[in-house]
């Protein structure tokens, strides 16, 4: 059974890619490559022994999209594709709603004239979303059912493609759509061949951590040491990237076997503070990370940690992974791969 990901090149899609296969499905990768490198299909097919079909291209291209539909006819996709830097965000608000909102639609439109063509298959949607969508909560932990906000355009545009799909499943029953809101993905596959390669300086707390760690960056900025946690530092749900392909992969499987649309959390629902992740990260690595306190990031939120209970009882899934095995897995992950995918 075929599953198309797009963006399936990504950090995140790349590992959903091995956990489909392992799991008996047949992913498909389309991507353009604008944030990440061809190399990850190499790196794939070391990992699980398979060539993975690549539809090298964009989204935004619905003609295209719905001929390697036509083509492939997968039973469900996986909508990864977008752009993710808030801070970039900011500054050119345009290129996220082209491309986010833009690329979603693009990709939902071409699903629905294929579907009209052959209404045998239900339209299968996961779209990858992202607590950016519960702005600052009121409180922890977080439950689906806590008022949306924005503060940045990335966010916004999450927040428009969660309403364009609960839109079109209302005005068409036959869609099946997941929405998954992620917490904060970090580490890497065991292999350590697969992992997060940000382009420029890394606007996240692990790669920064690891650019340290490998000698890259010469200290990490701790941004707030004044917050109204126990160490003072924001505390974050940080979930290994391999729990969030499984989550997927569940997702998947309750969408297939019949089950209705859901929007749920994918989260530990443990929170850990800035300092909780260096010293983690220290044990991991063996390496110090040497670190000074910054002023406050602007938009940050003091803590921000999930209800996971939901995905549990929905799609069977629940995250498995400590703090210490994605600190280990990353470092495997940046200390194989100083430079990425670039060698
Ligand atoms: P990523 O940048 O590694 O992966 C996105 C992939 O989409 C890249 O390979 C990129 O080349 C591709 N892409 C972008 N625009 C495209 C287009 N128009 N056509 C074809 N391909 C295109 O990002 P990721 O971390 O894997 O994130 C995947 C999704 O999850 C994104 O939608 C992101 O907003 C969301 N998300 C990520 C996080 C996170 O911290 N990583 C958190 C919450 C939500
Ligand atoms: C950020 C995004 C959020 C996105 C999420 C994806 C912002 C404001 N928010 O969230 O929209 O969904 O990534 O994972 O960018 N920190 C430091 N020093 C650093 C980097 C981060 O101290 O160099 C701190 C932050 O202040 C925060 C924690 O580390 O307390 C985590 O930061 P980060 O990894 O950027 O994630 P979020 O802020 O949760």
């Known amino acids: 059974m075929k599953i198309l990901l797009t963006g399936g090149a990504g950090y995140i899609g790349s590992h959903t890619a091995v956990a489909l296969i392992e799991a008996g499905f047949e992913p498909v990768v389309l991507d353009n490559f604008a944030n990440s490198h061809p190399v990850v299909l190499e790196r794939l097919q070391r990992i699980t022994g398979q060539t993975m079909a690549l539809e090298r291209g964009d989204v935004l291209d619905t003609h295209w999209v719905e001929d390697l539909l036509r083509r492939h006819r997968p039973v469900g996709v996986v909508h990864f594709a977008g752009d993710k830097a808030v801070g970039e965000s900011v500054a050119l608000p345009l290129k996220y709603f082209h491309n986010n909102i833009g690329g979603a639609v693009s990709l939902l439109r071409a699903m629905q004239t294929v579907h009209a063509e052959d209404p045998s298959t239900p339209p299968t949607l996961v779209f990858s979303s992202s607590a950016t969508v519960y702005g600052d909560p009121a409180s922890v932990p977080i439950t689906e059912d806590f008022p949306r906000s924005h503060t940045n355009p990335y966010g916004h545009s999450k927040l428009v493609i969660e309403d364009m ?24 596959h065991p292999s350590g061949l697969i992992g ?36 003072g530092t924001g505390v974050r749900d940080y979930i290994h990237v391999q729990d969030l392909a499984a989550g997927h992969v569940a997702a998947l499987k309750t969408l297939l076997g019949g089950g209705e649309s859901f929007t749920v959390n994918l989260g530990t629902g443990k929170g850990h503070s800035v300092l909780d992740v260096v010293h983690a990260f220290e044990k991991a690595s063996g390496r110090p990370v040497p670190y ?19 995905a549990q009882r929905l799609l069977g899934w629940q995250a498995r992974h400590t703090l210490d095995e994605m600190c280990a897995d990353a470092w495997r992950w940046q200390s194989g791969n100083p430079n990425g995918y670039r060698g």
């Open 165 to 188: 799909l609960s839109a079109l499943c209302a005005a068409n029953p036959a869609w099946r759509v997941g929405t998954l809101r992620y917490f904060n993905p970090v580490g890497a």
């Open 196 to 231: 997060e390669d940000p382009a420029g300086i890394p606007n996240n707390l692990m790669p920064y951590v690891t650019q340290v760690a490998v000698g890259q960056r010469e200290h990490l900025n701790v941004y707030g040491n004044d917050y109204p946690t126990p160490d």
């Open 292 to 310: 000074q306190i910054a002023p406050r990031r602007p938009g940050d939120v003091a803590q921000c940690w999930a209800d996971p209970a939901l």
